[in-house]
């Protein structure tokens, strides 16, 4: 091992092991929930992606957007249909009262 020689769990034993690390080895599996957190952020980054390219505003090349709707038919999930333009709040004209 690259730590000199120190007993224990290497780094990333203890970083995959967050805070069940207690010092031994574990021969188990540990579920980590963010891990599953971060695959909803990245549908729900997917899903703005493909509604974003079906209503002609996408700032994000054609590749990008083939490939979030690909990901999003993979995983069963379906892209959100376009907001309206009726449906859209100018936030700043009600508050400057416009």
């Known amino acids: 091992r690259a730590d000199g020689g120190v007993g ?15 010092g031994a080895a574990s021969s188990k599996a540990v579920n980590v929930p963010v891990i599953s957190q971060q695959h909803e ?3 729900k980054r997917n899903a703005h ?3 974003a390219a079906k209503a002609g505003k996408s700032r994000w090349g054609p590749m990008e957007v083939a ?11 379906a892209a959100p249909a376009a907001v309206a333009a009726s449906a859209k709040v100018n936030i700043g004209a009600q ?4």
């Not at 290497?10 to 967050?18: C, H, K």
């Not at 979030?68 to 993979?74: G, M, N, P, V, Y």
Request: aromatic share 2%; hydrophobic share 50%.
């Open 67 to 77: 490939k979030a709707l690909s990901t999003l038919s993979s995983n069963g999930s």
């Open 8 to 22: 224990g769990l290497s780094l990333a034993e203890r970083v995959v092991l967050g805070s069940q690390a207690n």
């Open 41 to 43: 952020l990245f549908n």
């Open 49 to 51: 992606v493909a509604a």
């Open 95 to 98: 508050l400057l009262g416009a």
